[in-house]
């Protein structure tokens, strides 16, 4: 039997990236899928080429929350994967000096508004079998300080302890229902391809970028997918509140060994 059989799983911000990937693992588990995004034509060809389900979803809208609730009122994952880190269409500045409270509130609505109106959703679609998982896509820039990113940040930082709360309030209603956070670090998807370019050097641009990474690489898609695949199913069924990184050890301190 295959780990996700005939599970019924929502993915947000799953037209491209970790959440397409997340989409395919799911899929390849035996899991019926429903792919979501705000960009609709991305998120239908991702559908169409997985051969999953597709629903537009904005997770910032509390109305968008509530009509996929009437669509789908019941589900057993969730993965609330969309976000952004606000340079996607904005130069900045990001840092806690000079960004925009503009700028601050469109990041938080979409990281934090939409983590937390999709964990209201889930518990309200998963309690009724009393049972599921809920997966917080953070960062590992929700753990440490960013600088340059403040409201990136600030918006994981609160995916990581809402993601607690919310374990501990299922719990306390004695429900089979998990929540936990992932924290990936330097995953290569199309926002460092845009970022890197594809010139000759790429090879040598890509080593610099993750040359204070231990395991000096980035990390793949297709390794965080695997990580929500253990999360979404039965095999971690004692495990909620916890936060996973996969970031090549960086927060494990220093590669450098002490006569280095």
Same mark, same amino acid.
């Given at each position: 039997?295959?780990?996700?059989?005939?599970?019924?799983?929502?993915?947000?911000?799953?037209?491209?990236?970790?959440?397409?990937?997340?989409?395919? *693992?799911? +899929? !390849? /588990?035996?899991? %019926? #899928?429903?792919?979501?995004?705000? $960009?609709?034509?991305?998120?239908?060809?991702?559908?169409?080429?997985?051969?999953?389900?597709?629903?537009?979803?904005?997770?910032?809208?509390?109305?968008?929350?509530?009509?996929?609730?009437?669509?789908?009122?019941?589900?057993?994952?969730?993965?609330?994967?969309?976000?952004?880190?606000?340079?996607?269409?904005?130069?900045?500045?990001?840092?806690?000096?000079? *960004?925009? +409270? !503009? /700028?601050?509130? %469109? #990041?938080?609505?979409?990281?934090? $508004?939409?983590?937390?109106?999709?964990?209201?959703?889930?518990?309200?679609?998963?309690?009724?079998?009393?049972?599921?998982?809920?997966?917080?896509?953070?960062?590992?820039?929700?753990?440490?300080?960013?600088?340059?990113?403040?409201?990136?940040?600030?918006?994981?930082?609160?995916?990581?302890?809402?993601?607690?709360?919310?374990?501990?309030?299922?719990?306390?209603?004695?429900? !089979?229902?998990?929540?936990?956070?992932?924290?990936?670090?330097?995953?290569?998807?199309?926002?460092?391809?845009?970022?890197?370019?594809?010139?000759?050097?790429?090879?040598?641009?890509?080593?610099?970028?993750?040359?204070?990474?231990?395991?000096?690489?980035?990390?793949?898609?297709?390794?965080?997918?695997?990580?929500?695949?253990?999360?979404?199913?039965?095999?971690?069924?004692?495990?909620?509140?916890?936060?996973?990184?996969?970031?090549?050890?960086?927060?494990?301190?220093?590669?450098?060994?002490?006569?280095?």
């Amino acid at each position: 039997m295959q780990k996700l059989d005939n599970m019924l799983c929502v993915v947000t911000g799953g037209a491209r990236g970790i959440g397409k990937a997340v989409c395919k *693992a799911f +899929l !390849a /588990e035996g899991a %019926r #899928v429903v792919l979501t995004d705000i $960009d609709e034509e991305a998120g239908r060809k991702a559908a169409d080429e997985l051969g999953c389900s597709f629903h537009r979803l904005d997770v910032a809208s509390e109305a968008e929350w509530d009509a996929f609730a009437e669509s789908y009122p019941a589900v057993d994952v969730l993965v609330n994967n969309a976000g952004i880190t606000g340079f996607e269409d904005s130069p900045g500045p990001h840092d806690p000096e000079h *960004a925009s +409270l !503009a /700028e601050w509130h %469109r #990041v938080h609505a979409v990281n934090t $508004d939409g983590c937390f109106l999709g964990c209201r959703y889930a518990l309200r679609a998963m309690k009724a079998t009393g049972q599921g998982s809920i997966i917080n896509m953070s960062s590992r820039s929700g753990i440490v300080g960013i600088p340059g990113a403040a409201a990136y940040a600030a918006s994981k930082a609160a995916i990581r302890n809402h993601s607690k709360s919310v374990a501990l309030y299922a719990a306390q209603h004695g429900w !089979a229902i998990r929540c936990n956070s992932v924290h990936p670090a330097a995953v290569f998807t199309p926002m460092w391809e845009t970022l890197l370019g594809d010139g000759p050097d790429l090879e040598e641009r890509k080593a610099a970028m993750v040359k204070d990474t231990p395991l000096k690489r980035f990390g793949t898609v297709e390794e965080v997918a695997a990580l929500c695949v253990y999360l979404a199913s039965p095999e971690s069924a004692y495990m909620t509140g916890a936060e996973l990184t996969l970031d090549g050890g960086l927060l494990a301190g220093s590669a450098a060994s002490p006569g280095d």
